[in-house]
Antibody, heavy 117, light 107 residues
Framework: QVQLKETGPGLVQPTQTLSITCTVSGFSLTSYYMQWVRQTPGKGLEWMGFIRSGGSTEYNSEFKSRLSISRDTSKNQVFLKMNSLKTEDTGVYYC???????????WGQGVMVTVSS | DIQMTQSPSFLSASVGERVTLSCKASQNINKYLDWYQQKLGEAPKLLIYNTNNLHTGIPSRFSGSGSGTDYTLTISSLQPEDVATYFCLQRNSWPLTFGSGTKLEIK
């Protein structure tokens, strides 16, 4: 069955880089877009960006200068990297599958990230 | 960016009651409006996509309607398991934007 699971560091210091991995099973990354969404106390749910089935990416301009999304199809993994972290980046980060026809149909459980010194 | 405004922020209703949640966009979103349900401690779950299409496995008591800038999620007969926060999402244009949510509880 379709499964997505995010893994990440939990605690990151301000100004450092966040790296989160989304490991999927039950489908191929070459057939679906993969989205990243975060949920913060300050701004609620925010769309961050996505990687297409072909490998190209789109980002929310709010994050564009510090956000990178990539993947390793052989490992069924999608990666989010965001640099220059601030305390306001504290929140839960989700990956979600996007079949295009029915948006964001499966989500990971989310990974809590705290930005603090 | 398109702003999505949900109302009310909080709603308390009785089991069996018909409930209506609203989502208003700051500009026409051409029916590219989805509804998600988020229970405490869980990821959002897709209920309705493109205004009125019920996602697979979602009970038929959930329905959506709207056009232009104004959209509605209706629960025809509220059930105890519907306690959650409901979010709308516009996919008409980038950046995709979510509403701030309506928290629904049982009276």
């Amino acid at each position: 069955q379709v499964q997505l699971k995010e893994t990440g560091p939990g605690l990151v210091q301000p100004t450092q880089t966040l790296s989160i991995t989304c490991t999927v099973s039950g489908f191929s990354l070459t057939s679906y877009y993969m989205q990243w969404v975060r949920q913060t106390p300050g701004k609620g749910l925010e769309w961050m960006g996505f990687i297409r089935s072909g490998g190209s990416t789109e980002y929310n301009s709010e994050f564009k200068s510090r956000l990178s999304i990539s993947r390793d199809t052989s490992k069924n993994q999608v990666f989010l990297k965001m640099n220059s972290l601030k305390t306001e980046d504290t929140g839960v980060y989700y990956c979600a599958r996007d079949p295009i026809t029915t948006p964001f149909d499966y989500w990971g459980q989310g990974v809590m990230v705290t930005v603090s010194s | 960016d398109i702003q999505m405004t949900q109302s009310p922020s909080f709603l308390s209703a009785s089991v069996g009651e018909r409930v209506t949640l609203s989502c208003k966009a700051s500009q026409n979103i051409n029916k590219y409006l989805d509804w998600y349900q988020q229970k405490l401690g869980e990821a959002p779950k897709l209920l309705i996509y493109n205004t009125n299409n019920l996602h697979t496995g979602i009970p038929s008591r959930f329905s959506g309607s709207g056009s232009g800038t104004d959209y509605t999620l209706t629960i025809s007969s509220l059930q105890p398991e519907d306690v959650a926060t409901y979010f709308c999402l516009q996919r008409n244009s980038w950046p995709l934007t979510f509403g701030s949510g309506t928290k629904l509880e049982i009276k």
